[in-house]
């Protein structure tokens, strides 16, 4: 019979016992509830609740469980429904009344709810951690290839031409707001929960504080049956996850894309790369496409855990089980992710004279075309027109605006001079846009002060922790 099966005649079924279980997906968090209980037990003692003979007993048999688990010598039983109660009957086998005290003033609601939250914060600041190593990896290619030249597209159309560097930290600023999402999430799960029980509080002189401190968390939650039915936190997480997911498969298609023969602006390392089965040539970028193709499970997981949480009612309901496989699931595919991006990124090898030889094509130097006659004072509708029918004899002689002539120029405008032909050089439209953000080598230096400056500053945030 189950712990909690005092007023029941008989058990449950074989199928609703495997039905009702969560223990194959929350004994993932055996660290947490095994941290929690001996916070609790240290308290209890403290408070005069439990005898410090006990507690001791509590704590060490919690270490020797611990232990066992992490050297894979513990014997899960399915009899036993979750990872509270499976290491909780573990316990009272090892040591007896001291382990059934253990329960004292707390309930598997609140209990859980600390694991949850303990949990939450752990994943997140592992998932901060590698946020930060393929930052890194996207600075290290900028500041490898600087200087290179590649074309900047709008609707995957030749646009301007852009730093590879530039381009680079754009990622690198969407990866930034990423980390601030997973602190917020981090900071969002940083509060206690333990000694709400199961709603209503508890009539045992329970110290929250000193369980707040002894596990680290900020703040004691101020209301039990907020405390107990609270998941706001994992839906932070999961949604950093998720959004962070989608800023990759957005590099990831760049990837695909750069590398195929088309392009030929990146070549991926072995390691990144499969064959085919059947075509001895292929190349394939497989591993950009899995993490393009995994956003959808964590977007997912979103999608599960709000519909989950939709029309709860106060306080803890058992469709709270369902909280914990989405959110286990959602940390493990991101990390996973940011460790095969950064490896990706880190050894891709980058062909500038592909990128230069295509950032020749496609008329990037229309806009500063137009930008010189609209400072020579003509409107500039009036000079995006002109520049458009200069573009449309290049189309139909098959060239370039740098293979027009003066004349052709000045066919269009008598404010071409001579200088016309400066407007059109692929170093000077980068270095002209030197405004705060800008794609000019001044510009780009100066933003990548910036993200460095960012780097160290996140890299401390995880390090107080």
Request: with cysteine; proline share 2%; charged share 25%.
């Amino acid at each position: 019979m189950a712990l909690w099966s005092g007023r029941f005649e008989e058990n449950v079924s074989e199928f609703t016992q495997r039905f009702g279980a969560s223990l194959p997906v929350d004994k993932a968090l055996y660290r947490e509830d095994i941290a929690g209980s001996k916070a609790h037990a240290k308290m209890l003692a403290d408070c005069g609740v439990i005898s410090s003979e006990d507690a001791n007993k509590i704590c060490d048999g919690l270490t020797s469980i611990e232990e066992q688990i992490d050297n894979g010598s513990f014997e899960f039983d399915i009899n036993n429904e979750d990872i509270h109660m499976s290491i909780e009957s573990k316990l009272t086998e090892m040591i007896g009344d001291a382990g059934a005290r253990l329960h004292t003033g707390r309930s598997r609601n609140d209990q859980v709810a600390t694991d949850t939250r303990l949990f939450a914060k752990r994943r997140a600041l592992e998932l901060m951690k590698a946020n930060i190593g393929l930052r890194e990896a996207l600075v290290s290619q900028a500041k490898a290839n600087f200087d290179v030249i590649l074309p900047g597209y709008t609707h995957l159309q030749h646009a301007q031409p852009v730093l590879f560097s530039h381009h680079m930290l754009a990622y690198t600023w969407m990866l930034a707001r990423d980390f601030d999402r997973l602190k917020l999430a981090f900071k969002a799960a940083d509060a206690n929960p333990l000694g709400s029980a199961a709603l209503a509080g508890t009539t045992y002189p329970l110290d929250r504080e000193e369980t707040t401190k002894s596990l680290g968390f900020a703040k004691v939650i101020p209301n039990s049956l907020d405390a107990v039915s609270d998941r706001d936190f994992l839906l932070d997480l999961i949604y950093a996850c998720g959004v962070s997911c989608l800023h990759l498969t957005r590099l990831c298609e760049e990837i695909v894309l750069w590398s195929s023969s088309e392009f030929q602006f990146v070549t991926l390392s072995d390691a990144f790369s499969t064959g085919s089965s059947i075509m001895p040539q292929k190349k394939n970028p497989d591993f950009a496409e899995l993490i393009r193709g995994k956003s959808g499970r964590v977007v997912g997981d979103l999608v599960a855990l709000m519909v989950t949480l939709k029309s709860l009612p106060l306080a803890y309901n058992k469709d709270l089980q369902e909280d914990k496989e989405g959110a286990i699931d959602a940390a493990k595919t991101l990390e996973d992710c940011y460790t095969c991006a950064t490896g990706m990124i880190s050894t891709m090898q980058i062909h500038p004279d592909n990128m230069l030889k295509q950032a020749m094509k496609g008329h990037l130097a229309a806009t500063d075309v137009a930008d010189y006659l609209a400072k020579k004072g003509l409107p500039f509708r009036k000079a995006h027109e002109i520049v458009g029918q200069l573009v449309l004899k290049c189309e139909k002689e098959n060239c370039n605006l740098d293979e027009l002539t003066l004349e052709d120029f000045k066919e269009q405008s008598d404010l071409f001079e001579e200088d016309i032909k400066e407007q059109l050089d692929l170093r000077a439209i980068v270095d002209a846009r030197t405004t705060y953000g800008g794609t000019s080598t001044s510009a780009v230096k100066e933003q990548l002060k910036l993200a460095e400056e960012k780097l160290a500053e996140d890299r401390a945030a995880v390090n107080a922790h």
